[in-house]
């Protein structure tokens, strides 16, 4: 008896060594921290440090630009193999990680679905009400949240040094609290009324904060999410019953989608009325506003904040961006008091400033890894061929990406918004301004799992990042 045990715990072990040398092999001819081909410790524990991107940078530097990070996931920082991955025909698909993206306790929605053939159908359907061919009030919307955003900055922060008065603003806060708003009143009509209230109304941000480390163990750890689905832990999770944090956000989406349903259905012409002209039914629809919330918020906000950082503490770009926008204003070039999106797309240096803060703090830095396909590939790591098996994961790196000094140049590691404009008309400086575009962009993911929000993040960009510098810059708010 006991040797038939023994025997069993042998060939256990014996089973196990085995599988970890053959995983640990099979990507053995890409470099990176010597414990990763046996365990994912050194991935959960990056993850989790705070400084992810600073270390997969590191690793990609030292290793190559597609290098090893746990036992099947590889990094890379290579522009041309995000794009043959998230190509339209490609034979890659999203990957196992993706799991850790399904906030709704039992559906999926348009970020985390791995199936490519269910992912297309739903991306088709959701289309038309992102693009704002379907939500005639988009721009009005982003107008009108903008002005709330002044409102407050008047009503609280605004300094009169001759009374002693000096207010300071928590521009990471007042920025997230702009966002949501907009995209809870884009997306269905309604505010959450963060920016009314100058709060965190229902703790959402709080929890989220609270949220982000169980979502990088289970992205680590994938096969936990099974565990997930047992009702005990289950339970734990947010619902929409819940008085506070996600779930607050979940009942909220909830009540919105319920409102356009019903004996007397509010009927408008917002993305919500237009994923219901597409056929989406009422669970998906719950789950998929409670995606836009997440996606939408936080990384527009992100990039807003550290654009307006790096422009308030640049002095000579601030002057400059602020010269070409009274310039413009001068010329009438300019809606008052909110600039038009298309005008925005006409000033150089605002551009300049977007691109040159989404380059340097580029928003999503998660691993979004992408799966080899069954029969294996080979990819080119900086000029030699190396064979990928199937089922290994190749996640991005978009801080490694966007500090590329051979796209982007040798001083990459500073805010320059100068880069973006062309030093004369030749062919050269228009291709590779041409290539730092192309690259930049790159932070909305590409192809066919391409952000549907790009356009409203963009316009939010567009408006916010002038014309809250005008506010707080003109104003004297900023230090
Ligand atoms: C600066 C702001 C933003 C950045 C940098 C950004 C970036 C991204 C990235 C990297 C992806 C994933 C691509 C992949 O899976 O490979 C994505 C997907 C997505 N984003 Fe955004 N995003 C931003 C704003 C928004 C906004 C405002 C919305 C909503 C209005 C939005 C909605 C979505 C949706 C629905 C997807 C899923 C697309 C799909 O799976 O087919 N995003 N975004």
Redesign the pocket.
């Known amino acids: 008896m006991v040797s038939a045990a023994a025997f069993c715990l042998l060939a256990l072990v014996a089973f196990y060594v085995v599988r970890s040398v053959r995983i640990f092999c099979s990507l053995r001819r890409f470099g990176g921290h010597w414990s990763v081909g046996w365990s994912r410790l050194w991935l959960l524990r990056t993850q989790g440090s705070g400084q992810m991107h600073k270390r997969f940078t590191e690793v990609n530097n030292k290793y190559g630009s597609t290098a090893r990070i746990g036992p099947s996931m590889l990094i890379t920082t290579d522009p041309s193999l995000i794009r043959h991955m998230?190509a339209v025909c490609s034979p890659f698909t999203?990957g196992r990680w993706?799991s850790c993206l399904k906030l709704h306790p039992e559906r999926e929605n348009?970020?985390s679905?791995v199936d490519e053939r269910k992912?297309t159908e739903?991306?088709n359907r959701?289309i038309p009400g992102?693009s704002g061919r379907e939500n005639q009030h988009l721009e009005q919307d982003v107008d009108t949240q903008l002005l709330k955003f002044f409102e407050l900055i008047n009503k609280k922060y605004v300094a009169v040094p001759e009374s002693g008065i000096f207010r300071t603003i928590d521009l990471s806060r007042a920025t997230s609290f702009f966002?949501l708003d907009t995209?809870s009143q884009?997306?269905f009509g309604h505010t959450f009324g963060f920016l009314e209230r100058d709060e965190d109304p229902f703790g959402y941000l709080e929890n989220l904060e609270q949220f982000l480390p169980a979502l990088i163990v289970f992205g680590v750890y994938t096969e936990l999410s099974k565990i997930l689905q047992m009702p005990l832990l289950k339970s734990a999770l947010p619902k929409s019953t819940d008085k506070r944090g996600l779930g607050r956000a979940m009942g909220f989406a909830r009540e919105r989608v319920q409102e356009r349903f019903g004996e007397k259905p509010v009927v408008r012409n917002d993305?919500l009325g237009s994923f219901i002209h597409r056929g989406l039914t009422q669970g998906e629809l719950e789950s998929?506003t409670l995606?836009?919330i997440t996606?939408?918020?936080d990384?527009?906000a992100?990039?807003?904040r550290m654009t307006l950082h790096f422009i308030c503490t640049t002095p000579p770009v601030r002057e400059r961006l602020l010269g070409e926008v009274e310039n413009a204003i001068g010329a009438g070039q300019i809606t008052r008091p909110v600039i038009k999106d298309a005008e925005a797309r006409e000033l150089p240096y605002l551009q300049a400033c977007i691109k040159e803060g989404?380059r340097l703090y580029?928003?999503?830095t998660?691993l979004?890894a992408?799966l080899v396909p069954q029969t294996g590939c080979v990819i080119n790591v900086d000029g030699v061929d190396k064979f990928v098996p199937g089922e290994t994961q190749i996640a991005?790196n978009?801080w490694g990406v966007m500090r590329n000094s051979k796209i982007f140049g040798g001083d990459c590691e500073i805010f320059r918004p100068e880069r973006w404009l062309p030093i004369d008309g030749s062919n050269s400086e228009r291709d590779r301004v041409a290539r730092m575009t192309e690259t930049v962009l790159l932070?909305?993911?590409?192809g066919?799992?391409?952000?549907?929000?790009?356009g409203?993040?963009?316009m939010?960009?567009n408006k916010a990042v002038i014309e809250v510098s005008v506010e707080i810059c003109w104003r004297d708010i900023c230090a």
């Open positions: 998230n999203r993706y348009i970020v679905l992912h739903l991306r959701m992102y966002t995209i884009i997306a993305m998929e995606t836009q996606a939408g918020s990384s527009t992100s990039s807003l989404l580029p928003p999503i998660g979004l992408k991005w978009p932070c909305f993911g590409t066919r799992f391409g952000c549907l929000g790009r409203v993040a963009l939010e960009l």
